[in-house]
């Protein structure tokens, strides 16, 4: 009497156990027949119990595999558990409701021996997949976009490369901005790309770049409409001038996006720097041929202008005078006439030929080469001490630098001749990684710098010469001592 209630208990334990359940237990007989659903599995199912009783598990659940296979007859993991009494612990399957709605569950099958009291069955249990199909559906989801933005990113850091290609050809080539306004477009997947440059006409011309203050060039040029939404812009500048602006279309407003503000920031980094270099590099090469027309403007008012003036003036006053002139004093007016005139040709030979050595050798021994004619000219004798001429040949300065240097020994070379009382002199080069350094002695008469009139000896223009370059000149001298000119060259600063 006492196992009898015992086990009433335990049945009425079980039979609250599986009503609490929140996986569904569905028993199903040797005949397939169903015999039991508990709360969860009508929930599950939306079948009652009373409706499915002794219905054809198959026909109720319909269960398929993971790739849409119907499960029936041997493929039945139920059946086959209940005819070989083994347990098959986790199955993923789907069953439909009964609405017809598919629904991923995991299952469990327990097979019960038949006994005296009932017959072979198996216990189902089911447990709702719907969530982690979800979650896996968004997993794949999230891992596709991550794909998409992996690749999207892939191909703008290719674009990116290819831009910066782009700006960073060399400045002396002219900017493709076709190219380049093409390639920011496939950057920020946009419609268009305005560009409107601020610079001067004299710069957009050299630059060979469109200008267009009033509205800007849009990209495609093909488009007839303006930019349909601008929404952003950014200005390309060099310090604090404003060079340029980029405006980037959309026909459609896009979203808010950091990342795509951050590419912009970079593009208009990379547009700035080459705008900027190709800017820097004609305002340097404008300024340069500036440099060089006064500098060559300055050598002819230092030669050949004063020479011209002196026999226009010569011959005016021989003009005046030439019927009170005696025939041996107009031959020497005459004589010297023509002397200076042969000055001022020869002058103007040598310029030529130093113009043309200098664009065509960037080493220092077109300085030695050129003096040499120049002491020839003036029957001097220059010498070099050991290795000068060995140091000049390797040692490369720029031409404004060499022209310079040139111009200041040969004026050293000229006072030697005009005052020291010799024809000859000496060059002395030397040079270390941080300077150059050219001396030009002589062994004349020599004189007291302190009591020099500002001018004399062209000292002054000697100085001024040097410093253009940022070089350093001094002078040392003594009566009966000579002379001995020094030329400092920075090398940093020349280069």
């Known amino acids: 009497m006492a196992a009898s209630s015992q086990s009433r ?66 493929n039945c993991f139920g059946w086959g558990s209940l005819l070989e009494l083994e347990e098959v612990p986790y199955a993923e399957m789907s069953i439909r409701d009964r609405f017809g709605r598919l629904i991923p569950v995991s299952a469990s099958h327990t097979p019960l021996p038949a006994t005296a009291e009932h017959d072979r069955c198996v216990v189902i249990v089911l447990r709702d997949l719907t969530r982690k199909s979800e979650e896996e559906a968004h997993l794949r989801e999230a891992q596709r976009e991550l794909l998409q933005i992996t690749q999207r990113r892939e191909r703008d850091a290719e674009r990116l490369n290819h831009l910066a290609a782009l700006l960073a050809e060399k400045p002396d080539q002219r900017l493709r901005l076709d190219a380049v306004l093409e390639q920011i477009r496939l950057l920020m997947h946009a419609d268009e790309v305005g560009f409107r440059l601020y610079l001067s006409e004299a710069d957009a011309a050299a630059l060979q770049l469109p200008r267009s203050v009033g509205s800007a060039l849009v990209w495609p040029q093909g488009d007839t409409e303006p930019l349909a939404a601008v929404c952003e812009q950014a200005t ?13 279309g959309y026909r459609r407003m896009p979203p808010i996006d950091r990342e795509r503000s951050v590419m912009l ?24 041929t500036m440099e060089e027309r006064a500098r ?48 001022a040709n020869r002058e103007i030979r040598q310029a030529i030929e130093d113009l043309r050595l200098f664009s065509t050798d960037t080493h220092l021994g077109t300085i030695v080469r050129a003096l040499d004619r120049y002491a020839r000219n003036r029957n001097m004798k220059l010498h070099y001490d050991d290795g000068s001429e060995e140091i000049a040949e390797k040692l490369a300065l720029p031409v404004e630098t060499q022209f310079t240097l040139m111009r200041i020994l040969e ?27 050219l ?35 001094h002078v040392d001298s003594a009566p009966q001592r000579g002379t001995q000119v020094t030329i400092i060259v920075p090398l940093a600063q020349a280069a």
């Not at 390309?236 to 980037?248: C, K, N």
């Open 9 to 74: 208990e335990d049945v009425i334990l079980l039979s609250h156990a599986l009503q609490a359940m929140s996986d569904a237990v569905i028993l199903i007989d040797e005949r397939r027949a169903i015999r039991y659903l508990n709360p969860a599995a009508e929930r599950l199912t939306d079948w009652q119990s009373g409706d499915v009783m002794d219905k054809d598990c198959g026909e109720i659940m319909n269960c398929h595999d993971g790739a849409g296979n119907p499960l029936c007859g041997g």
């Open 236 to 248: 390309l500048q060099f310090g604090d001038e404003r060079m340029a602006e980029l405006s980037i």
């Open 265 to 288: 920031h970079q593009i208009s980094y990379l547009f700035s720097l080459a705008l900027a270099s190709r800017l820097l590099q004609v305002r340097t090469q404008r300024f340069s």
């Open 296 to 343: 060559i403007s300055r050598e002819i008012h230092d030669s050949v202008a004063q020479t011209v003036a002196f026999c226009q003036i010569a011959v005016g006053g021989l003009r005046q005078r030439l019927e009170k002139l005696q025939p041996g004093e107009l031959d020497d007016q005459l004589a010297q006439v023509e002397g200076a005139l042969h000055d």
């Open 411 to 437: 004026e050293a070379l000229a006072n030697v001749k005009k005052h020291a009382g010799v024809d000859e002199a000496e060059l002395s080069i030397r040079c270390d990684e941080q300077q150059a350094v």
């Open 439 to 473: 001396t030009l002695s002589d062994q004349g008469h020599g004189f007291d710098p302190s009591r020099s009139v500002e001018g004399h000896y062209g000292l002054h223009t000697m100085v001024e010469r040097a410093e253009r370059i940022g070089a350093q000149l």
